[in-house]
């Protein structure tokens, strides 16, 4: 146990100097929430009921779909897997520490925009906070074992940009933050759908549990962990 918290903490160190997730993990979803905040309630007053969700869920989408694969690259296709054979060290290690560090990383963007929504755009505070931050908890989990397939499976980091790119932009436009999902055609509706963002954005919202919300994101997580073992299989040979 004192080793893995060692590697957490290392982890976590490597982290804090990685450009790529101070970028998307913080920069980019504050500026975001800077920025469209103040669009989004000059435009529509109505949206302070739900601006603290709807920023969180972009924030939570980049900093997974872009900031962890790369990170995953760095360890799977470089010397650093040797590293981990060499020793004897399990290659689900590597994969455990970054979904982690970066846990940890959403988390406390998450809760920055939590506390500055309210003071910065008079944005509504969830009227069930801890149903929020279970909702909160659950998706930044799910979203992050979706980007792990992502790391896992492409080996170059160009195409890990591009593929997270290409998940990431109809994650958020489709997923009703932007605008009501039901205003999107019933096709766009449907792909939305297929998406955590989609379900992240229903769930926290909502004031009640639905067990039909957490089915969803129990099955989008069994369905990453199945490819994550089977990439990592096919990793270690």
Not at 42 to 70: H, K, N, W, Y
Not at 152 to 157: F, I, M, S
Request: a neutral charge.
């Amino acid at each position: 146990m004192g080793a893995f918290l060692y590697g957490v903490a290392l982890q976590w160190k490597l982290d804090i100097r990685s450009k790529t997730l101070l970028i998307t993990c913080y920069i980019v979803p504050l500026l975001f929430f800077i920025i469209m905040g103040g669009i989004f309630t000059s435009v529509m007053p109505e949206s302070r009921a739900a601006l603290i969700q709807s920023m969180t869920v972009f924030g939570v989408t980049m900093g997974a779909l872009i900031g962890l694969p790369p990170s995953l690259v760095e360890i799977y296709s470089s010397d650093i897997k040797k590293v981990y054979k060499a020793n004897g060290v399990p290659l689900i290690l590597g994969l455990a520490l970054t979904n982690i560090s970066a846990y940890i990383h959403l988390f406390l963007m998450s809760i920055i925009l939590y506390l500055a929504a309210p003071l910065a755009f008079h944005a509504e505070i969830p009227e069930n906070p801890g149903m929020y931050f279970i909702s909160l908890a659950v998706f930044i989990a799910v979203s992050l074992s979706i980007a792990s397939i992502i790391g896992l499976a492409v080996k170059d980091q160009a195409k890990t940009s591009m593929f997270s790119i290409i998940i990431f932009i109809p994650s958020t436009m489709l997923s009703g933050i932007m605008f009501p999902i039901e205003l999107l055609p019933k096709a766009f509706e449907t792909i939305g759908k297929l998406f955590p963002a989609s379900w992240g954005y229903k769930l926290m919202t909502e004031d009640i549990f639905k067990f039909e919300n957490l089915l969803t994101f129990l099955l989008f997580f069994v369905f990453a962990v199945v490819m994550c073992h089977i990439l990592l299989r096919r990793i270690e040979n």
